[in-house]
């Protein structure tokens, strides 16, 4: 969602804002903004577009001024126009605000503020907050209990910035639900909605925690309570991340340069501390359910999950998508949740995660992001190391949650049996072969994916189907198509897709089929069989396999022979490279696709 940054510092502000929205851009991509303070007059400057161009057309770097804030907006209220970017500045230019969350009872706000002469400029739920800051401080003249009286009023989500002509060495900023970090650096110091914001110059960093506000100036910051205004003291984090991760590094896209980073994250996913691993594994051998939880992408990482699971350890753990969570779960103190997140951050695993601690049951989560909401709040957090992961579509972290999932899943065959020790030892050793596998993939299979995205570009319309675990794989590969490329694509098991959806095959239909190792002897004649129903439709079929040809096909990749562990990742990582080749072709926003964020922290 929004991306939210804030610098006071002893020199100008506005170049290394704009250096942060760039690379805060991902996380919402219409419009953006800039506040800068200077000689007691707040300047702001914005516009819908992206950050380049408006930042060129505004003279973003001329700004002058040691203290600013910026926004980049996912538009949730309001449409996409100039007015309703951020900062939203008071009527009379003394506060400037950016803002991330959704405000739920704003329009009753909007009302009380409208009748006592408040104008309102804009159509979204922030611009309450700017004028309430400015009713407030009419009655108080104190900043810190305006923006404490006026958290008050606020129904919903919300971490937001906020400078003032009345206090200008001072940014102030809270939360509640949405995310929001402090940077320290030297002589100068940051707030954000992510370590993204700040990468570029600090790796010193706190998190502020829901229902905090901060007020930091150049030298010094301060956390405490939103209610009661008790001051909290909270332990410096040192991010280990590289800022060099978070450039493109001579690839042209970001979604092509994680695509290759997956060999070393796998690596680095297979570091991860076997205590941990046995830990969880205790828990689910204790709990009387155990959910997986996740969404988009990170959904799919849990079906994926769930078969391996199955297969490996023979047990069924249940896959939900966390936004219907609360709907379906049956939970009690000896349940497990077990959620995976990228951002840790995500509004409706975040939400799930705090239902289920309602019931007393266990929480853990599979994270990237270090210092995150998930990482405090659940009861145990495993650190994946997967680096920034910056494009909006997750390749790099999905295949590392899922690596570190497939660890957990051999530990839990061999300790309920379900295993035998030679078994264990030989998928132990498949797994550590999988990023020598993966980069092979990439390398071997780029050309042949590409020439494929050339020869399908006009259908506009795919089915993705595997049956077992690779119908999940279809799945996630399908998604990763719909996101980039805009074009329908559903993914769907083979024997659900003869109940209704072979009804749309025609010649301008493409199906990609996702097919086992021929070891699964069974799983890979029912494939061939579904392939065949939609050949004799007229349909395009394309499959991704391993070993020989099968010969059916109009076109197919096939890798060399693979095993039941690493063969549903490396058809993966072939999907998502159809998906990013495609969008290529097609000239799409690879890294930043229309409508989409990277991390999404509104219901
Ligand atoms: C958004 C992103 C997806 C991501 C999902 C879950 O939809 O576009 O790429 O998989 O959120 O995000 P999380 O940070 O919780 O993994």
């Known amino acids: 969602m929004c991306g939210i940054v804030g610098i006071v510092s002893s020199s100008r502000v506005a170049p290394k804002l704009v250096r942060s929205l760039l690379n805060l851009e991902y996380r919402g991509y219409d419009s953006c903004g800039l506040a800068v303070c200077n000689n007691g007059v707040i300047d702001v400057r914005k516009d819908k577009g992206p950050v380049k161009q408006v930042s060129e057309i505004l003279k973003f770097n001329e700004m002058n001024g040691m203290i600013g804030i910026g926004h980049t907006r996912w538009a949730t209220t309001g449409a996409v126009t100039r007015e309703n970017a951020h900062p939203h500045a008071s009527n009379q230019g003394e506060f400037a605000l950016v803002h991330n969350g959704i405000i739920s009872n704003y329009r009753d706000l909007r009302q009380m503020l409208e009748s006592k002469d408040y104008q309102f400029l804009s159509d979204t739920d922030t611009e309450v907050l700017v004028h309430l800051i400015d009713f407030h401080f009419r009655s108080s003249g104190d900043l810190e209990e305006s923006i404490r009286r006026m958290s008050r009023d606020l129904d919903g989500t919300f971490a937001f910035a906020v400078i ?31 370590y993204n914001a700040i990468l570029d110059y600090t790796r010193n960093v706190i998190p502020v925690k829901d229902g905090e506000y901060v007020v930091i100036d150049r030298e010094a910051v301060s956390i405490r309570n939103l209610l009661s205004g008790e001051k909290i003291t909270r332990d410096i984090v040192t991010l280990d991340w590289d800022p060099e991760l978070s450039q493109k590094g001579g690839y042209p896209h970001y979604m092509l340069k994680e695509i290759h980073e997956q060999p070393s994250t796998v690596e680095s996913a297979l570091k991860v501390d076997i205590e941990k691993i046995n830990l969880v594994c205790d828990w689910i051998l204790n709990a009387d359910r155990v959910y997986l939880l996740g969404v988009g992408t990170t959904y799919y990482v849990a079906e994926c999950v769930q078969y391996y699971c199955a297969l490996l350890s023979g047990r069924h753990l249940i896959a939900v998508s966390s936004d219907e969570f609360e709907y379906i779960a049956q939970l009690s103190d000896r349940s497990l949740v077990l959620a995976f997140s990228q951002s840790g951050e995500t509004y409706d695993t975040l939400t799930a995660l705090r239902y289920a601690k309602k019931f007393g049951a266990r929480t853990a989560a599979i994270i990237n992001v270090m210092g995150s909401t998930m990482v405090s709040e659940t009861d145990l957090a495993i650190m994946q190391q997967s680096g920034p992961e910056i494009c909006v579509l997750s390749t790099k972290a999905a295949v590392a949650q899922i690596t570190i999932a497939i660890r957990i899943a051999l530990e839990l065959g061999r300790r309920s049996g379900h295993l035998t020790g030679s078994d264990y030892d030989s998928h132990l050793k498949s797994l550590a072969a999988l990023p020598g596998m993966i980069r092979r993939v990439i390398n071997e299979s780029k050309g042949f994916v590409n020439n494929l995205a050339q020869q399908t570009q006009s259908y506009r319309n795919w089915l993705f189907i595997g049956r077992g675990i690779y119908s999940a794989i279809a799945r996630e590969a399908a998604l990763k198509m719909k996101e980039v490329t805009y074009h329908h694509a559903e993914g769907v098991s083979g024997g659900f897709m003869k109940h209704g959806t072979i009804a749309l095959i025609d010649k301008s239909f493409g199906s990609i089929f996702f097919l086992p190792p021929r070891s699964s002897i069974e799983l890979f004649q029912h494939t061939i069989a579904n392939a065949e129903e939609i050949k004799s439709r007229d349909g395009f079929i394309v499959g991704f396999g391993f070993g020989e040809r099968v010969g059916i096909f109009n076109h197919e990749i096939n890798l060399q022979d693979s095993d039941q562990i690493s063969a549903p990742v490396l058809l993966l990582v072939l999907g998502q490279m159809f998906a990013y080749y495609s969008a290529v072709i097609l000239k799409r926003n690879v890294d930043r696709p229309r409508s989409l964020a990277k991390s999404v922290t509104v219901a």
């Open 164 to 194: 003032s002509v009345h206090d200008p060495n001072h940014i102030y900023a809270a939360r509640r639900e949405s995310p929001l970090i402090i940077g320290l650096g030297i002589n100068e110091n940051y707030i954000g909605s992510d």
